[in-house]
């Protein structure tokens, strides 16, 4: 096997030159993107990000070991377009009051069909600012035919945000718009405010459905308000809370909306009283 330095499908992000450091990011994107490239790799260094980067569809971002992405402005951190990837390095907010989303993926994008080749893993993404503010990983969906299914999130820590994981669906002006059957497996989350978010309606027009939540790690803190607000239907979750006690109310954390039906709760470590089902009768909750 040759070395990776002498793979022609690899491009790196210190051999471009830019203005700011996402803009050399976005250059070395920008190359694979036209000239039919697959990986971008970024060096083990930080690069103090004060703009949006784009992955461009077909582009993996990869980080080195050590790499760190630190968003030092309120701004969008990471949009991931269809069939891109982003894997492998850490991600950090050092900016107070931050009210943006570190990764972003719009459904206008239309991540639809099996094949689709979007995916983000072994990420570490941390708001070390000082404030517990902004989203980590937000996928959004309002128009109509915009979609987000069919995506794999694996190996992602989530630490001290007002939304870990937000999915949300509006309803378009005509058509639908969905937020549907993505997986996220091997997830930690620490010290959120609202740790996992689904928005929209039961069903169509604007749907979270089917969506898998695996293997989950939470960590709760005095800062954490929920565990987990569901609309949608047949939403699967399962994992492991600690410390409920930490939270500093006694009053529901996991909280099945009116929109809401044929979900599957397996937390064992959320005593019944904390779970609160304001919707059909077709959500079910393993406990204690």
Known sequence: MGDIADNPNIVYVEDFAGSTPQAKIQAAINFAYTNDKKTVIAANKDYYMTGTVIIKQGVKLRGSYGTRFVIGANVRGFEAEKDASLCDASIMVDYRGYTKEVIYLD????????????????????NWSGTVSGTGIHLYS????HEISFVNFTDVKIVAFAKGIYLKAV????????????????????DCIDNI?????????????GNSFTNLQIQPTRNTKRIMTIQGQVNKIDGICWELHLIQHSDPV????PESNNNYLDMRTIPPNRILNSGKSGNRFETL
């Open 107 to 126: 459904g206008k994008y239309k991540y639809y069909n099996t094949w689709n080749n979007t995916s983000l893993n072994n990420l570490v993404i941390v």
């Open 142 to 145: 309002g128009g109509s035919g």
């Open 171 to 190: 309803k378009p002006a005509s058509g639908f718009a969905y937020v549907n059957a993505n997986r996220f497996d091997k997830i930690s989350l620490d």
């Open 197 to 209: 978010v689904l928005e929209g309606s039961e069903t169509i027009p604007n749907e979270c459905s």
């Open 254 to 257: 996991f909280i099945f909306k």
